[in-house]
């Protein structure tokens, strides 16, 4: 047997479960011991049948004195009985709904019953036990009388059968090579490879277990925080133009401002610019809270790089945040005389101070739409000084004259291949364009730098002065007219509102709203009388546009939407936010979504509906509405959720190679830094490591990165 060998292959019981593995992503020797358990059953109590405790895991090895099933009419099942015993006693065994089983076991059968007694001390029975038959020729049990793994599973899918082939493809583990130095191994404690993967699987005991979860969990970690280190070793050899701190202008550009820059605010924008002033080029994350304050402190280093005469891309995750950071940088600069572009699929547009001739002899008005080969041809003459645009601006067939600066919204995972593309874009041969890239999801600094180890990490965690908070408030199904009167009052006024859904269409078996289902209630029953609009992803663009400019422009009073809203749509007029089903987000999703308002002067709401009576629920209800802070708010969704579901991490292929660790391993995350510390204070280039690095080539191969 070995490792690619694949599972429709090992016999006729394999063959016919490969379908249901492949669901799982198992479909070779190595993918399925790979596949680790996510929870274990202590069954390795071993007690004789007097002893018993009930509501105790524990197992019994018996004998079967007596076995049957009957039909239970009132019940509506079958139900299999038998008495089994030991030199010290007997016990019933009941199981429910397992027809099977009375062709399994047999009068005479010495098995193992793992589980827990029901009754009193007097009188026990086993209800359901796990049960394995004793096998004379082969002491290792494997789904009872030890430690017993339980991995997730699919319809159909039994545990027995996934553990029964695992316990027959144990052997191939052999086969897997250690690729740890073995300086590292004994540094840091840790067991073999080998050992390890059958160690998880079927543990001897709890400390053999704990041993194998370890070596695994620092494997997995080890390779992001290896490859982080090599991306920014491999920046450290790459040039970049540097860009002059201009002081004077800085200062002149901030006092003028309408507003005070924070604190966090000026250090971040430093920290950016200290950069920036290097020949190797800047690769740093700028993370901040929901309306701390991200694109002026961007719009600092902006400036200083268009007054050193070069060209800033600006790369948006959605047109419409294009749009609207075009308006706001044009807006930002509107002092200035500097040409800015925005490029999307749907519109073309150039903003200058002046009226601009072109290299063809054309006179550019103010703000004009132009077409897209006129303004391609201006970019790549060095007449267009800041480009606005989504992501394909750097997968067009667009070339700049001496572009010097990328920013990128909420896309973290830019990497060096995307860089040496981005070269060949940027008019020149040598030098690599500084990056920053910018996110409004509060990621906590020890898992930011587990998660982005290539980036240098910039923070605005606070807000500005005359930032109100937003009042938030979980409504209960008895208040929600009283919540309608309330929006109409808002309307009245003159202000805006989201609806935001979890699902496009209703669907009885989640039980939650769907988007189609509220707009047609609010629209044609509660709001009549209100201008309603219709936003989600399956939407055409164009027909996304069109909406979103009619919510921007105040045509639309009441915006029923589903989650696409949540990053960056920034209507200063909206004043509440009602979120249905609100149990169906995580933290961080609401708290964005409540961004959405309250970006102006006007008193603004947040109202949360839920059905759920959950403990959980409530308390993730109501840790949003006593807390405005994104940063804290993200600790405790890590305590709920998990990183996966929090940041959406399996989108950038890092939690599909997380099997086992979590971002939230600290003790792991902390171990693994000081071996590679010792490991790169040695061997920056990792020379002397090839089965290192041959292991980081075959961990990228894996990556999904969009």
Same mark, same amino acid.
């Given at each position: 047997?070995?490792?690619?060998?694949?599972?429709?292959?090992?016999?006729?019981?394999?063959?016919?479960?490969?379908?249901?593995?492949?669901?799982?992503?198992?479909?070779?020797?190595?993918?399925?011991?790979?596949?680790?358990?996510?929870?274990?059953?202590?069954?390795?109590? @071993?007690?004789? +049948?007097?002893?018993?405790?009930?509501?105790?895991?524990?197992?019994?090895?018996?004998?079967?004195?007596?076995?049957?099933?009957?039909?239970?009419?009132?019940?509506?099942?079958?139900?299999?009985?038998?008495?089994?015993?030991?030199?010290?006693?007997?016990?019933?065994?009941?199981?429910?709904?397992?027809?099977?089983?009375?062709? +399994?076991?047999?009068?005479?059968?010495?098995?193992?019953?793992?589980?827990?007694?029901?009754?009193?001390?007097?009188?026990?029975?086993?209800?359901?036990?796990?049960?394995?038959?004793?096998?004379?020729?082969?002491?290792?049990?494997?789904?009872?009388?030890?430690?017993?793994?339980?991995?997730?599973?699919?319809?159909?899918?039994?545990?027995?059968?996934?553990?029964?082939?695992?316990?027959?493809?144990?052997?191939?583990?052999?086969?897997?090579?250690?690729?740890?130095?073995?300086?590292?191994?004994?540094?840091?404690?840790?067991?073999?490879?080998?050992?390890?993967?059958?160690?998880?699987?079927?543990?001897?005991?709890?400390?053999?277990?704990?041993?194998?979860?370890?070596?695994?969990?620092?494997?997995?970690?080890?390779?992001? =925080?290896?490859?982080?280190?090599?991306?920014?070793?491999?920046?450290?050899?790459?040039?970049?133009?540097?860009?002059?701190?201009?002081?004077?202008?800085?200062?002149?550009?901030?006092?003028?401002?309408?507003?005070?820059?924070?604190?966090?605010?000026?250090?971040?924008?430093?920290?950016?610019?200290?950069?920036?002033?290097?020949?190797?080029?800047?690769?740093?994350?700028?993370?901040?809270?929901? %309306?701390?304050?991200?694109?002026?402190?961007?719009?600092?280093?902006?400036?200083?790089?268009?007054?050193?005469?070069?060209?800033?891309?600006?790369?948006?995750?959605?047109?419409?945040?294009?749009?609207?950071?075009?308006?706001?940088?044009?807006?930002?600069?509107?002092?200035?005389?500097?040409?800015?572009?925005?490029?999307?699929?749907?519109?073309?547009?150039?903003?200058?101070?002046?009226?601009?001739?072109?290299?063809?002899?054309?006179?550019?008005?103010?703000?004009?739409?132009?077409?897209?080969?006129?303004?391609?041809?201006?970019?790549?003459?060095?007449?267009?000084?800041?480009?606005?645009?989504?992501?394909?601006?750097?997968?067009?067939?667009?070339?700049?004259?001496?572009?010097?600066?990328?920013?990128?919204?909420?896309?973290?995972?830019?990497?060096?291949?995307?860089?040496?593309?981005?070269?060949?874009?940027? %008019?020149?041969?040598?030098?690599?364009?500084?990056? @920053?890239?910018?996110?409004?999801?509060?990621?906590?600094?020890?898992?930011?730098?587990?998660?982005? %180890?290539?980036?240098?990490?910039?923070?605005?965690?606070?807000?500005? =002065?005359?930032?109100?908070?937003?009042?938030?408030?979980?409504?209960?199904?008895?208040?929600?007219?009283?919540?309608?009167?309330?929006?109409?009052?808002? +309307?009245?006024?003159?202000?805006?509102?989201?609806?935001?859904?979890?699902?496009?269409?209703?669907?009885?078996?989640?039980?939650?709203?769907?988007?189609?289902?509220?707009?047609?209630?609010?629209?044609?029953?509660?709001?009549?009388?209100?201008?309603?609009?219709?936003?989600?992803?399956?939407?055409?663009?164009?027909?996304?546009?069109?909406?979103?400019?009619?919510?921007?422009?105040?045509?639309?009073?009441?915006?029923?939407?589903?989650?696409?809203?949540?990053?960056?749509?920034?209507?200063?007029?909206?004043?509440?936010?009602?979120?249905?089903?609100?149990?169906?987000?995580?933290?961080?999703?609401?708290? =964005?979504?409540?961004?959405?308002?309250?970006?102006?002067?006007?008193?603004?709401?947040?109202? @949360?509906?839920?059905?759920?009576?959950?403990?959980?629920?409530?308390?993730?209800?109501?840790?949003?509405?006593?807390?405005?802070?994104?940063?804290?708010?993200?600790?405790?969704?890590?305590?709920?959720? %998990?990183?996966?579901?929090?940041?959406?991490?399996?989108?950038?292929?890092?939690?599909?190679?997380?099997?086992?660790?979590?971002?939230?391993?600290?003790?792991?995350?902390? @171990?693994?830094?000081?071996?590679?510390?010792?490991?790169?204070?040695?061997?920056?280039?990792?020379?002397?490591?090839?089965?290192?690095?041959?292991?980081?080539?075959?961990?990228?191969?894996?990556?999904?990165?969009?």
């Amino acid at each position: 047997m070995n490792l690619e060998a694949k599972i429709k292959d090992l016999g006729k019981i394999a063959a016919q479960t490969a379908p249901k593995f492949k669901k799982l992503g198992v479909e070779t020797v190595q993918d399925l011991l790979f596949y680790f358990p996510f929870r274990y059953e202590d069954y390795s109590n @071993l007690m004789k +049948i007097k002893d018993i405790v009930p509501g105790v895991m524990l197992t019994v090895k018996g004998k079967i004195e007596l076995i049957e099933s009957r039909r239970s009419f009132r019940k509506r099942m079958i139900i299999i009985e038998a008495i089994v015993s030991d030199e010290t006693g007997q016990i019933k065994v009941v199981w429910f709904n397992q027809r099977y089983l009375s062709k +399994i076991l047999s009068v005479g059968d010495e098995v193992y019953l793992s589980g827990k007694a029901a009754g009193t001390e007097t009188a026990q029975e086993f209800h359901n036990p796990a049960f394995e038959k004793v096998n004379k020729y082969d002491k290792f049990t494997t789904h009872t009388a030890r430690i017993v793994p339980i991995y997730s599973s699919t319809a159909k899918l039994s545990q027995r059968q996934i553990r029964f082939l695992m316990k027959r493809v144990l052997s191939a583990a052999a086969y897997v090579k250690e690729w740890l130095p073995a300086e590292v191994k004994k540094s840091a404690a840790l067991i073999d490879l080998v050992q390890a993967l059958r160690q998880v699987h079927f543990p001897v005991d709890k400390k053999s277990l704990q041993q194998a979860r370890l070596r695994l969990k620092f494997d997995e970690i080890f390779l992001i =925080q290896a490859r982080s280190r090599l991306i920014k070793q491999e920046l450290l050899k790459q040039q970049a133009k540097k860009i002059i701190f201009l002081e004077k202008e800085t200062k002149l550009f901030v006092e003028s401002l309408p507003f005070k820059l924070t604190l966090a605010q000026k250090k971040a924008a430093w920290e950016i610019i200290k950069d920036l002033g290097r020949h190797t080029p800047m690769n740093r994350l700028l993370e901040g809270d929901v %309306g701390s304050g991200k694109t002026i402190t961007a719009a600092i280093a902006i400036l200083n790089v268009l007054l050193n005469k070069f060209q800033v891309a600006y790369m948006a995750p959605t047109e419409i945040l294009a749009h609207q950071q075009f308006n706001s940088l044009s807006e930002i600069f509107n002092k200035y005389n500097f040409s800015i572009g925005l490029l999307t699929r749907s519109e073309i547009k150039l903003k200058t101070q002046n009226t601009h001739s072109t290299s063809s002899g054309r006179a550019i008005n103010k703000n004009q739409d132009i077409k897209k080969v006129e303004l391609l041809k201006m970019i790549k003459n060095g007449e267009v000084d800041l480009v606005v645009g989504t992501h394909a601006l750097i997968q067009q067939k667009i070339k700049f004259n001496n572009l010097n600066f990328v920013i990128i919204d909420e896309q973290h995972r830019f990497g060096v291949e995307q860089r040496k593309s981005l070269r060949q874009k940027t %008019g020149s041969k040598d030098d690599f364009p500084h990056l @920053l890239s910018m996110t409004a999801t509060p990621i906590p600094r020890y898992l930011a730098l587990t998660l982005y %180890g290539d980036l240098e990490l910039s923070v605005i965690d606070e807000m500005p =002065q005359d930032r109100k908070p937003i009042k938030t408030n979980v409504v209960e199904p008895s208040k929600r007219v009283e919540a309608y009167g309330f929006i109409k009052s808002q +309307i009245r006024d003159g202000r805006q509102v989201f609806v935001i859904c979890p699902l496009i269409d209703p669907s009885d078996k989640l039980g939650v709203r769907a988007v189609t289902e509220e707009f047609e209630k609010l629209d044609k029953k509660i709001f009549k009388d209100v201008k309603t609009g219709l936003l989600h992803g399956r939407l055409k663009a164009n027909e996304k546009e069109k909406i979103m400019k009619e919510f921007l422009a105040g045509e639309i009073k009441i915006l029923v939407s589903t989650s696409v809203v949540e990053v960056g749509i920034d209507v200063p007029n909206a004043s509440v936010m009602m979120i249905e089903s609100a149990e169906r987000f995580g933290l961080a999703q609401l708290h =964005q979504l409540r961004g959405r308002v309250g970006r102006s002067y006007h008193e603004s709401y947040c109202f @949360l509906f839920t059905e759920s009576e959950s403990e959980m629920t409530i308390k993730r209800m109501q840790a949003l509405v006593s807390s405005q802070n994104g940063f804290e708010l993200a600790e405790k969704d890590l305590e709920f959720r %998990g990183p996966g579901e929090v940041y959406g991490i399996k989108q950038s292929g890092y939690l599909d190679n997380l099997k086992i660790a979590k971002l939230t391993d600290w003790p792991v995350i902390k @171990l693994v830094r000081q071996e590679l510390e010792k490991i790169f204070k040695l061997d920056p280039k990792l020379e002397k490591y090839d089965k290192i690095k041959n292991k980081i080539r075959e961990f990228e191969t894996s990556l999904h990165f969009e």
